[in-house]
């Protein structure tokens, strides 16, 4: 295990100390500490049911952590005993700070995709109409979908979809933005165009925590990536030592099943 | 010797004083009334009902709600009918508040309280239908409770209850046929007195089927459209 797991960041942009998630018996997450630095673009990678998932929703508090303390800027939220879960009013506040983008998209699909956009803005910010469809404008440009604002979700492909959820999440002009595998529902041909937007998004200095299996991708944009296993961190470091040299049997274990198939397609 | 049907006592006989054209009105005035008033009191409580069982605040209520859903999905109408009819007035006497519930009220109480059940699980199906995603997604971008409700939830549950909602209220006004066990003039009280001064059952059953038919046609007809729209 690296030893800079421990390392105290001034510029910590997340952390989370000791948090721990039980569902009933079941122990998600048991006790994982983790900092990402802002401007940085954090990976998380595991196998499915280690916790990947369990951790982006105990950030934005989709989840309420059983205990620990969770903190994105300068919002600190702590859990265990002698605590309980904030109020609507305080979540809904902290969540505006942090920008989610699912697996499955998850747009509204009575809204057109500018309404999907300025949706954040002007219901829980009240932002005036005008100014909400000009910044929800600009985002899907900027995602490179302005000739679709018109357009309900059910006429967008997947990875169209996927990005009108990115400049959603985007419009609320938060923090730190989350991906919960968000090409993992995706034709293989439409995963490209996802990834580019989050490309761009990490070249702007966006702080970003990203869940994928997309480890070609990960080695391209990443800062720092961890390896979970059942409910903890297992290794973390630069993405491009761990995925080079790993060092814990458990990461070399499930690198190895990837590099096998990378292999395997290039033969 | 062969039966000649004879449709013009169903508007024009004097065996009766109820017998005529005039009746006819009366009783589909009723009937309709009844079919009205006892949807939106329905409606309502479905809402209600459906609110309390979906956001279980107190423990005691959702229990209390789930047994009444129960209880009237379960027994037939006509036999809450005739209950309602006997016990209502009987309770109202022995609380001692003086209040004597009428027996046209006491019935369609029951009606309502039909409605009611139904009309609660058709809400809260509609509401507990929208994917989990939505709520999340909602939530992830910060909004309240009653936000997410309003903006996300409610408008694409709306849609789906409709289809549900105008079933259940065609069969609504077919039901409203059953208060004439309790002598509400109804459009089949109306046909039953009828039949027993003319002896007519054929022509004016087939008639007042036909009245049934002509106000609930157009109803359906209306959802099959409504339907359409929330496809497109």
């Known amino acids: 295990m690296t030893t800079e797991m421990s390392l105290q960041t001034a510029d910590a942009m997340i952390r989370i100390t000791d948090l721990h998630k039980h569902y009933g018996m079941l122990e998600a997450i048991r006790g994982l500490s983790l900092e990402v630095r802002q401007g940085d673009v954090f990976f998380v990678i595991g196998p499915s049911g280690c916790g990947k998932s369990t951790l982006l929703r105990c950030i934005n508090l989709l989840e309420e952590p059983t205990s620990g303390t969770v903190q994105v800027g300068d919002d600190i939220m702590r859990f265990g005993k002698g605590h309980r879960m904030p109020s609507g009013r305080v979540l809904s506040r902290y969540r505006t700070h942090i920008g989610m983008v699912f697996q499955q998209f998850d747009l509204f699909p009575h809204m057109t995709a500018i309404e999907n956009v300025m949706e954040g803005p002007t219901v829980v910010k009240r932002m005036p109409r005008h100014e909400a469809r000009s910044l929800a404008s600009e985002l899907l440009a900027k995602v490179g979908l302005s000739d679709k604002e018109k357009v309900y979700p059910r006429h967008l492909s997947g990875g ?3 990005r009108v959820a990115i400049a959603r999440a ?4 938060p923090r730190v933005m989350l991906f919960d595998e968000v090409t993992s529902a995706l034709d293989p041909e439409l995963v490209g165009e996802v990834l580019e937007v989050m490309r761009k998004l990490a070249e702007e200095g966006t702080t970003m925590v990203v869940v994928t299996h997309e480890m070609g991708f990960a080695s391209e944009v990443g800062d720092r990536l961890c390896f979970m296993d059942s409910g903890l961190i297992i290794e973390e470091g630069k993405v491009a030592d761990i995925l080079a040299r790993p060092e814990n049997p458990r990461t070399q274990a499930f690198l190895a099943r990837f590099h096998d198939t990378a292999e395997a397609l290039r033969a | 010797m062969s039966y000649v049907p004879d449709f013009t006592v169903v508007y024009m006989s004097t065996a009766c004083e109820i017998c005529g054209p005039l ?50 999905r379960c027994t037939p109408l006509l036999v809450q009918i005739v209950w309602f009819f006997y016990a209502l007035p009987m309770v109202g006497n022995a609380v001692g508040l003086g209040i004597n519930m009428p027996a046209w009220m006491a019935a369609g109480l029951g009606l309502t309280l039909y409605m009611g059940a139904f009309s609660s699980e058709i809400f809260r199906a509609g509401i507990m239908s929208i994917d989990r995603g939505q709520w999340q997604a909602a939530r992830a971008l910060g909004m309240t409770y009653l936000q997410l409700m309003r903006r996300i939830i409610l408008p694409q549950a709306s849609r789906r209850m409709v289809p549900p909602f105008v079933n259940q ?22 046909s039953s007195v009828m039949t027993a001064f003319t002896y007519r059952p054929l022509e004016v059953y ?20 409504l339907e359409s729209r929330v496809d497109n």
């Open chain 1, 160 to 162: 169209q979809a996927q």
């Open chain 2, 206 to 225: 087939t008639f007042v089927a036909l009245l049934y038919f002509l106000m609930l046609y157009p109803m359906t007809v209306f959802s099959k459209r």
């Open chain 1, 170 to 173: 985007l419009a609320m002009q």
């Open chain 2, 23 to 72: 009746a006819w009105l009366n009783a589909a005035g009723v009937t309709l009334a009844y079919a009205v008033g006892t949807i939106v009191g329905g409606l309502i409580i479905g809402v209600i009902c459906g609110v309390i069982l979906l956001f279980p605040l107190y423990y005691g209520l959702p229990m209390l709600v789930y047994g009444y859903v129960q209880f009237f």
């Open chain 2, 169 to 190: 209220s065609v069969l609504q006004l077919k039901n409203t046929s059953l208060l004439y066990v309790v002598a509400v003039p109804d459009l089949m009280y109306t």
